[in-house]
């Protein structure tokens, strides 16, 4: 049972094509990192596949009505808005806002559930507007939990994080893929992406240039292809290390 | 979020009453309470239900619109600054209205009135969401808004200066500043069914506000129909606004300043200030029109004169902490 | 530069050529008319002002008029429209009124001053008349039209005539029936007033003075619905449209309506002080015996 389907999804913005003829899955139990450079495409594949760009193409999201489409996937874009100066309990209890009108017990438990994942207790009352930076991205991506869908999506949910919690929050993501659940994240950190995500996809271009798992994509040639960079890499002990060293032109 | 309603609802109902008994027949409490529901004889039974019966109405109807529009159109805007007064809504429903009174529209077809004060606040919403729209900052907003309210104002002088009538071109000061002076329950009737258009689309809003707390993008994902929000919000902002101004004049200020003091209370959640600022609204307005029977009675004192005396410097104040949040 | 410098000579030549186009009167420095300047019988009277107008094509000799403000020929306004028609009507802008080459003009204390004023800087007499506050008035007014028509024997006539008139108008009334005054914007008028006296010879009772209200001023709606009178009295309504006449409309003014005997409004009688407002009298004493007997 797949999560995500994508069939030949292709957009076209102001007559240039942003992303061409992007096929791929995600299953249950897959971590999906997408990579790739700053203009790829990384946001309009994953907003395409939300439907909330008009795209040629199939992606099973987007077929789906709004309702169901909501309790399928959660989606954490890349602006971090909050407009008004809620606590960051209620910011996060807005993931409930699929799942029926009449908050419940089951409410009040996934938002314990997110504040502890993302370890928020201590803000629960604190108003999200005044924290810092990387606190405001771990609150949305607390609410992003609290919407408990099978499928997670996030738009570089770690950028901003400080190294401790960019690792919290990547282990967090591979959980809830060991539970079943799965997430389709996009992020620049090539490191972390090695070391926690089952699968990597990377985009060049607004196509598919590598589907795989990390070891098999982060190739010195496709480094050099997509990024322009040259990079190390070894297996040690505690898993894949990576790190990017030179721009190649 | 009990507590607020425990304490404005009782407020509504208290500053209601004292609106009921106050007025320059200077009876007394029990008196007019008698006469207003016992009926009988009487001049009294006149003046309670034909002349202090629909101001109070209309001071709740109106107030309690002009908090919801304030607080519906700072939640879709995403912007505190939102205000139907200010940004010139009210200024547009004055000109439809003055044009159904001068065409003598509204002689031949009494809906005519707040249809085309409805008209009016929906050109100017349609307007201003084309040229700032959710994404656009406070600076376009604001200045669309002059630019609306200028051209608004402008128009209706015009159209009253046009009448061959000799006491229409004085009236644009009612227009502007707006009074709750001498109206009837035909008012009451003509402006009802719309405003309760307009409540039962702000009814269906509050979710979609709330969504929009994290942005557009956010929003659609969780499920929320961003355009049918969009329209709810345009079109129920007209009708309450429209259907106010058209028998009150426009009124300024009300849907600023309510739900940015009832905010905190609120949570900062947009959906459950919808509520809370109809009943601040409501609040604010009869204590206005209270203040300007009691303050100067001789006189015939505009509301819209106090609501902006309150107002104007609210609004100062708001722009400088904004400023200096921003900084 | 040369263009400049014509148009500058043209423009200091031009008050010369005006100043000497005067009809050989004498033009003080301040451009006020010196007041024997005002002839004694003036054969080309010409009238800015509604009520003058009236008290004009009343006492003025045949010939004498000239012109009257095309107020006077509105039947709206104008107890005279008739009349008004045999004469030339003007808008009250000086230059019309130079060109008919008047010896004398007749304005109201209510007339554009700048109007006056250039008039008068232009050579011409302008004798200003204000409104007649109440019946009283209106016999110095005929005496005033005279002598500045240079008809007295006739005016004293008609102050006669008008007198006279009024005495026989006058009833005692041991219990006069209550009336209100109610105009656009809630106005009414006291017993200072024109309108308020005409009540008053009628054999009403204003309830104004209840209110406090000796001469035109704002009467709350709730105070009238609570004096009761047993007869409003409004103007009719004008032209147009507007919000200020609404309260006219109001269900609390009806009801008030229906009660006294018939809805009434003032009319062109009562708006200048002029021998017409007798028939105002007359219409308002026949209502007060109809109200009177209910």
């Known amino acids: 049972m797949t999560l995500l389907r994508l069939r030949n999804l292709s957009v076209t913005l102001r007559d240039r094509p942003v992303l061409a003829d992007v096929s791929l899955d995600v299953a249950p139990g897959e971590l999906v990192g997408l990579i790739g450079a700053n203009g790829a495409g990384k946001t309009t594949l994953m907003r395409a596949a939300l439907g909330l760009v008009p795209a040629s193409g199939e992606s099973s999201l987007a077929a789906m009505s709004p309702g169901a489409r909501a309790r399928a996937a959660a989606w954490m874009p890349q602006a971090r808005e909050i407009a008004w100066p809620v606590t960051v309990e209620t910011l996060v209890a807005l993931g409930r806002l699929p799942h029926g009108r009449r908050p419940g017990p089951a409410d009040a438990a996934a938002v314990d559930a997110a504040l502890e994942r993302m370890a928020l207790e201590p803000f629960r009352h604190r108003t999200a507007t005044r924290l810092s930076g990387g606190e405001q991205a771990r609150a949305l991506i607390a609410r992003a939990l609290a919407q408990e869908t099978p499928l997670l999506m996030a738009d570089e949910p770690i950028a901003g994080l400080d190294p401790a919690h960019q690792i919290a929050t990547m282990e967090v993501f591979r959980a809830l893929a060991a539970e079943g659940r799965g997430g389709l994240v996009s992020l620049h950190d090539l490191g972390l992406a090695a070391r926690h995500c089952t699968r990597v996809v990377a985009l060049a271009a607004g196509r598919v240039v590598a589907d795989g798992p990390p070891a098999e994509v982060l190739t010195d040639d496709l480094l050099a292809r997509a990024f322009h960079i040259s990079a190390y890499h070894a297996e040690t002990a505690d898993g894949p290390v990576f790190q990017p060293l030179r721009v190649i032109r | 979020m009990t507590r607020l309603y425990a ?28 006469a207003l529901f016992a009926g009988g004889e009487g001049p009294l039974t006149l003046v309670m239900r034909e002349i202090r019966m629909p101001r109070m109405l209309l001071a709740v109807m109106t107030g309690g619109s002009l908090g919801l529009a304030g607080a519906a159109m700072q939640g879709y805007l995403r912007n505190p600054l939102a205000e139907p007064g200010l940004i010139g809504v009210s200024g547009s429903a004055a000109f439809g209205a003055v044009l159904a009174i001068q065409t003598g529209l509204s002689a031949a077809f009494a809906l005519a ?215 | 530069m040369r263009l400049t410098g014509s148009i500058l000579a043209l423009a200091l030549l031009l008050p010369c050529a005006v100043a000497g186009q005067g009809h050989g009167r004498a033009v003080t420095v301040t451009g006020e008319v010196a007041s024997d300047a005002v002839p004694e019988r003036p054969g080309r009277v010409v009238s800015i002002n509604l009520c003058t107008d009236q008290l004009a094509m009343l006492l003025a000799a045949p010939g004498q008029l000239l012109s009257v403000s095309h107020l006077a020929a509105e039947p709206r306004s104008s107890s005279m429209a008739e009349q008004a028609g045999a004469y030339r009507l003007n808008h009250g802008r000086a230059e019309e009124i130079w060109l008919m080459q008047p010896d004398l003009v007749i304005a109201g204390s209510f007339s554009r001053r700048a109007t006056v004023d250039m008039l008068r800087r232009l050579g011409v007499p302008v004798v200003v008349m204000g409104p007649a506050y109440s019946l009283a008035q209106v016999s110095d007014r005929l005496r005033e039209m005279g002598a500045a028509l240079g008809r007295e024997t006739e005016a004293e006539q008609a102050v006669r005539d008008f007198e006279a008139a009024l005495e026989a108008l006058r009833d005692e009334v041991p219990d006069p029936p209550r009336a209100a005054i109610y105009d656009a914007n809630g106005y009414t008028a006291g017993n200072r007033t024109l309108a308020g006296e005409i009540l008053a010879t009628a054999g009403f009772a204003n309830i104004a003075t209840e209110a406090g209200v000796a001469g035109v001023g704002r009467l709350p709606l709730e105070l009238l619905a609570m004096a009761d009178p047993d007869a409003v009295i409004s103007s009719r309504r004008h032209p147009g449209a507007s919000r200020s006449e609404e309260i006219l409309d109001h269900p609390v003014v009806q009801a008030l309506r229906d009660r006294s005997a018939g809805a009434v409004l003032t009319d062109r009688d009562w708006v200048c002080g002029t021998p017409h407002v007798l028939n105002a009298i007359a219409e308002m004493r026949a209502l007060r015996r109809t109200v009177a007997a209910e």
Request: with cysteine; charged share 10%; proline share 5%.
């Open chain 2, 7 to 34: 304490f404005l609802v009782p407020l509504v109902l208290v500053l209601g009453l004292i609106s009921l008994c106050t007025g320059p027949a200077g009876m007394g409490v029990a008196e007019s309470l008698r």
């Open chain 2, 113 to 327: 009135l707040p249809l085309m004060a409805l008209a009016g606040a929906l050109a100017a919403v349609v307007i201003l969401l084309a040229m700032a729209g959710p994404r656009g900052g406070s600076l376009t907003l604001i200045l669309a808004g002059i630019a609306i309210s200028a051209l608004a104002g402008a128009l209706t002088s015009l159209v009253l200066n046009l009448s061959p009538n000799p006491f229409a071109a004085n009236e644009i000061v009612f227009w502007m500043m707006g009074s709750l002076a001498d109206r009837s329950m035909l008012h009451v009737w003509l402006a009802l069914p719309f405003m309760v258009v307009g409540w039962t689309i702000f009814a269906t809003v509050g979710r979609g506000l709330d969504a929009l707390t994290l942005g557009e993008d956010a929003a659609a994902s969780m499920g929320i129909n961003l355009v049918r929000l969009q329209w709810g919000v345009v079109i129920a902002t007209a009708c309450v606004v429209g259907a106010g101004t058209a028998v009150a004049g426009a009124i300024g200020f009300v849907g600023l300043v309510v739900p940015h003091i009832l905010r905190p209370f609120t949570g900062g959640r947009p959906g459950a200030l919808l509520l809370a600022s109809a009943l601040g609204g409501a609040a604010m307005l009869l204590a206005s029109d209270i203040a300007v029977r009691v303050i100067l009675p001789e006189r015939d004192l505009k509301l819209g004169v106090l609501t902006a005396l309150v107002g104007a410097p609210f609004f100062l104040h708001l722009v400088w902490k904004v400023r200096r949040e921003r900084a």
